[in-house]
């Protein structure tokens, strides 16, 4: 039996983090929607990876639950990488709360229960975390260790607290960093690790709904004025991934890694800095 690497997300960042990732592996590509997953399923089967499919909504138990029973049949789960979520130009604040925030809880419980020695997983959260002001030690702990089915009942997280997309989209996305946090505490039992990436502005379909949705001028404008002055690309998210989850990053676990080409430093120390 091969390993898995379960691929959560099948766009654009998780295919490149997979290509990288999961040679020699059976690669075990899930999605929401039947197109996304068979198209990437082409492109990996095409260029020699061994490649199964599954639906899946990040959102429910009952569905995550059932792909890792379809990922434990094929054989042990040794690579998790969580790329789904949704963007604020994409939904409504409650939907990006319970897909961002409380399906990452899920993904990251139900599949540390199962994940092997020696195996890592990786979660795709964002910069946009790094941008919300700080939270209480308290409301920091209740996002990293609240029970999952108890998580989006928070007060923090009711409708009246958080009334914007961007303000879900941030909250979710310091979520995810702070329950990959908590975690690791619960893979390394298992003798496995697990680590958030953060990028910026990737050139991906989801980034060109919001550079031409209706925040796109301050995506631009992000672009524009940040220190590496340009959008990265999924390629790159994919070499950082590597180190996480490679032979290179075992001392490496909890962890949040930013890489947004400088913008969230120009936004709290340069021209991006709110006047």
Excluded: C
């Amino acid at each position: 039996m091969s390993n898995v690497m379960v691929v959560i997300g099948a766009g654009s960042i998780g295919q490149a983090i997979a290509r990288r990732v999961s040679v020699g592996k059976h690669v075990l590509l899930a999605d929401l929607r039947q197109d996304n997953v068979e198209a990437a399923a082409k492109v990996l089967g095409d260029a020699g990876y061994k490649v199964s499919t599954a639906i899946v909504d990040v959102s429910s138990r009952d569905s995550v639950h059932t792909l890792v029973e379809t990922a434990t049949a094929i054989g042990p789960v040794s690579g998790v990488i969580h790329a789904a979520g949704v963007s604020p130009s994409q939904a409504a604040p409650a939907t990006i709360l319970k897909v961002d925030l409380y399906g990452t809880a899920l993904v990251l419980e139900e599949f540390g229960n199962v994940i092997v020695p020696g195996g890592a997983g990786v979660v795709i959260a964002s910069q946009s975390g790094h941008r919300l002001p700080a939270l209480t030690p308290e409301q920091d702990k209740a996002l990293a260790t609240t029970p999952t089915e108890e998580l989006l009942a928070l007060p923090m997280l009711q409708p009246d607290q958080v009334t914007d997309p961007l303000h879900a989209y941030q909250i979710s996305k310091r979520g995810n960093s702070l329950r990959v946090m908590a975690e690791a505490v619960r893979w390394g039992k298992r003798g496995a690790r697990v680590n958030t990436i953060s990028p910026g502005i990737i050139i991906t379909p989801l980034a060109n709904d919001e550079l031409t949705g209706p925040r796109g001028e301050g995506y631009r404008r992000m672009i524009e004025l940040s220190p590496a002055g340009r959008a990265g690309t999924p390629d790159e998210v994919g070499a950082v991934a590597a180190l996480l989850m490679g032979p290179d990053g075992t001392f490496i676990t909890g962890s949040d890694f930013l890489m947004d080409g400088g913008v969230t430093a120009s936004y709290w120390f340069g021209d991006l800095a709110p006047k």
